[in-house]
């Protein structure tokens, strides 16, 4: 298959050299797209300022909209829709070992696939225009590799954070199962998580809405629920196996969750 495709007339590049693993920069503003497919053999990276894309490839779709971008991997076959328009701050990479692993980090964000990144307002844009790519001089040179290559930093550091917060998802699910029964505390919590409480915090209430230990009391809380309704275990029985000293202690959580006493709640169910 053909990877070379034209450039249309409202493209614009860099008039000057620029570093390895860099090819070359680009502004992009089409008012329709309809792109068949085709391949590169270099790392497309490309960041939507306006409007809206469609990435289609036989592994997946992406609609990567205002304030996203994606990534297209060296070798895969894609093609680009567009029925409104967009406009696009883009950059192609060379697929090289670059001394300082600017590669490497891509690559593993998109592990061969196409992969969007969202990034919301980036300021950064502003700086961005035609004159900096098409302005050959010593400063507007370091100016265009400068911003080019923060943008990319951007784009790495936001797909990591992406990542780490899918996988936290996951993994605190499965640990707030685990500790359901008998809680855990903050400190605990942390170090199995190898996290900072302010880290730890931060990633519970973006994906959950409330602190990481609220989420598993409320899980121990359940927990205690079903134990009062569907068994007839004595409440020391229950205290004792949910890791509370005594009735008086599990009363306390109890009543701080629903209102009621253990013994009330058991009562109300019958």
Same mark, same amino acid.
């Given at each position: 298959?053909?990877?070379?495709?034209s450039?249309?007339?409202?493209?614009?590049?860099n008039?000057?050299?620029?570093?390895?693993?860099?090819?070359?920069?680009?502004l992009?503003?089409?008012?329709?797209?309809?792109?068949?497919?085709?391949?590169?053999?270099?790392?497309?990276?490309?960041?939507?300022?306006?409007?809206?894309?469609?990435?289609?490839?036989?592994?997946?779709?992406?609609?990567?909209?205002?304030?996203?971008?994606?990534i297209?991997?060296?070798?895969?076959?894609?093609?680009?829709?567009?029925?409104?328009?967009?406009?696009?701050i883009?950059?192609?990479?060379?697929?090289?070992?670059?001394?300082?692993g600017?590669?490497?980090?891509?690559?593993e964000?998109?592990?061969?696939?196409?992969?969007?990144?969202?990034?919301g307002?980036v =300021? *950064?844009?502003?700086?961005?225009? !035609?004159?900096? $790519?098409? #302005?050959? %001089?010593?400063? +507007?040179?370091?100016?265009?590799?400068?911003l080019?290559?923060?943008?990319?930093?951007?784009?790495?550091?936001?797909?990591?954070?992406?990542?780490?917060?899918?996988?936290?998802?996951?993994?605190?699910?499965?640990?707030?199962?685990?500790?359901?029964?008998?809680?855990?505390?903050?400190?605990e919590?942390?170090?199995?998580?190898?996290?900072?409480?302010?880290?730890?915090?931060?990633?519970?209430?973006k994906?959950?809405?409330?602190?990481?230990?609220?989420?598993?009391?409320?899980?121990?809380?359940?927990?205690?629920?079903?134990?009062?309704?569907?068994?007839?275990k =004595? *409440?020391?029985v229950?205290?004792? !196996?949910?890791? $509370?000293? #005594?009735? %008086?202690?599990? +009363?306390?959580?109890?009543?701080?969750?629903?209102?009621?006493?253990?013994?009330?709640?058991?009562?109300?169910?019958?």
């Amino acid at each position: 298959m053909n990877s070379h495709i034209s450039c249309p007339d409202n493209y614009k590049r860099n008039v000057f050299d620029i570093p390895q693993p860099f090819e070359h920069f680009n502004l992009i503003t089409l008012q329709k797209q309809n792109l068949a497919p085709h391949s590169h053999n270099k790392f497309h990276v490309n960041l939507i300022v306006k409007g809206s894309l469609d990435v289609i490839t036989e592994k997946n779709s992406l609609k990567v909209t205002e304030g996203c971008a994606y990534i297209m991997p060296p070798g895969v076959t894609h093609e680009l829709v567009s029925k409104t328009g967009y406009a696009q701050i883009g950059m192609d990479i060379n697929d090289i070992n670059d001394k300082n692993g600017l590669v490497q980090q891509v690559k593993e964000i998109c592990k061969g696939q196409a992969t969007k990144i969202k990034l919301g307002n980036v =300021k *950064l844009t502003e700086y961005i225009t !035609e004159k900096t $790519f098409l #302005d050959s %001089s010593p400063m +507007s040179r370091l100016k265009g590799i400068s911003l080019m290559t923060t943008l990319l930093l951007l784009i790495i550091e936001k797909a990591q954070n992406e990542t780490e917060e899918e996988n936290f998802r996951s993994q605190f699910i499965e640990a707030a199962e685990k500790h359901a029964v008998k809680g855990i505390a903050l400190d605990e919590l942390c170090k199995e998580f190898n996290f900072s409480k302010t880290h730890i915090e931060r990633l519970s209430k973006k994906e959950f809405g409330c602190s990481a230990i609220k989420y598993i009391e409320h899980l121990r809380f359940l927990n205690i629920c079903s134990l009062l309704t569907n068994t007839s275990k =004595k *409440l020391s029985v229950i205290a004792s !196996e949910c890791g $509370f000293c #005594d009735n %008086s202690h599990l +009363s306390v959580f109890f009543k701080k969750h629903c209102g009621k006493s253990p013994a009330q709640y058991r009562k109300d169910g019958k």
